[in-house]
């Protein structure tokens, strides 16, 4: 199982990025996926998930109304995309899937500041 995260950056406060994450070595189609985060100092934190089909997704309170996940089954790949960021998104952001065991990517960097 591999997980590729990209997309990262440095971006404005009020700025947009769309996360991509490219999954490999299992039946991506079959799993629901996740996002999560981890800020300096901070414990990792759920951010997003969405159902195997893609019908059903639910955020984290904190990035409600400004993030988006979607996926494409078709090309194995999951998005987060990000609008209206603030400091406190900048975190390291990581994708997941639990088959038996869980498993998650390398992260992508994100970092909001002017």
């Known amino acids: 199982v591999q997980l590729v995260e990209s997309g990262g950056g440095l971006v404005q406060p009020g700025g947009s990025l769309r996360l991509s994450c490219v999954a490999s070595g299992f039946s991506f189609s079959n799993y629901y996926m996740r996002w999560y985060r981890q800020a300096p100092g901070k414990e990792r934190e759920w951010v997003a998930y969405i159902s195997s089909g893609g019908g059903t997704s639910d955020y984290a309170s904190s990035v409600k109304g400004r993030f988006t996940i979607s996926r494409d089954n078709a090309n194995n790949t999951v998005y987060l995309q990000m609008n209206s960021l603030t400091p406190e998104d900048t975190a390291v952001y990581y994708c997941?899937?639990?088959?038996?065991?869980?498993?998650w990517g390398q992260g992508t960097q994100v970092t909001v500041s002017s």
């Open positions: 997941n899937v639990r088959l038996r065991v869980e498993y």
